[in-house]
């Protein structure tokens, strides 16, 4: 239900102030097991980053804007919870936390899945285009826990969007640095296309923000497609700057001969435990197949060939005891006469 009055009015939004304190305090509690204070210090650094993007997304002003408002402030939410808290937040997770999140199968198998490229692309571009379709706009805008179920599945997105590119979640299937370039360029373009058809739209196609002139001074079709170009644009300087980082990064690797991304030991005990629980699944199988009684072969009964013979002229017969072949019209496997009868 869109509210009434003034769309810059102070609301408290006591549930998100609680669940940014919930997410705050899991990653502080997460970093206790890193040893070493430089690495726990910046590992803090990027919390304090995180959680201010996130509670500048899901906290007023923005979230009343979005909710209700403007379609600009809608964007400009999805592009902080995306983009911007949820590589910091994913970051700041020291990677023995994530090993032991990520240890039991199921958990194991959907990082491993996950994290695959196309797979990335096509559940974050799913859930980028499905959230901002009319329909699911007009739920958000309810307000409640449809916006708070909203935000956490953006941030899980782009959980999901940056999993293939930082090197500290072990297990992950993380291509080599060019692929990563190429990875990042394309979730820049493909998930983003729904903000051409903001651009260019001739009338405003969400009702939930009709009213957008009264929060931002902006007609809804120019709040529309402002939206639709920092959609587009929003997204290129941090992905692409990654996608840079990348290949510089094997530029110098390729001449000081060095591996641009050095296997360490987490993803190595990653890998063991994956091939044994394998090899364990195979010889549960086995062994489910050998208590199994044998099959019943059917015997297939050779059926008996009756082979006449046939005695041409091009057929080359047994030849003769004296070396000549047997006269015509004579049966050479016929038994001779008998000497004794002489």
Known sequence: MRPRGDPWAFHPHPLALLAVALVTAGVLWAQQATEGDPVRRRQRRLLAGGALALLVAVWWPLADLAAHWSLLALVVQRLLLTLVAAPLLLAA?????????????????????????????????????????PPAVAFDSAGGWHAGLFDALLLGA???????????????????????????VVQSLVPTFLALVFVFARHPLYPAYARAGGAIGLSPLADQEIAGIVGKVGTLPILWTVAWRELARARRAEETGQDARPLRWLDVERRLARAERREGR?????????????????????????????????????????????????????PGPDPRQK
């Open 93 to 133: 997770l020291p990677a023995e936390a994530l090993a032991r999140l990520t240890r039991p199968f199921l958990a194991d198998l959907a990082l491993e899945v996950l994290t695959l490229p196309a797979v990335a692309v096509a559940l974050f571009t799913l859930v980028a285009v499905g959230t901002l379709l």
């Open 282 to 334: 195979a010889l549960a199988r086995n062994r489910r197949a050998a208590r199994r009684p044998p099959r019943q072969r059917r015997r297939v009964l050779a059926r008996p060939q009756l082979v006449a013979y046939f005695p041409t002229v091009d057929a080359p017969g047994p030849e003769h005891p004296d070396g000549e072949p047997p006269a015509e019209g004579t049966n050479p496997e016929a």
């Open 158 to 184: 782009g959980f999901v969007l940056w999993g293939p590119v930082l090197e500290h979640v072990p297990g992950a299937s993380r291509p080599g640095p060019l692929g990563v370039a190429v990875y990042l």
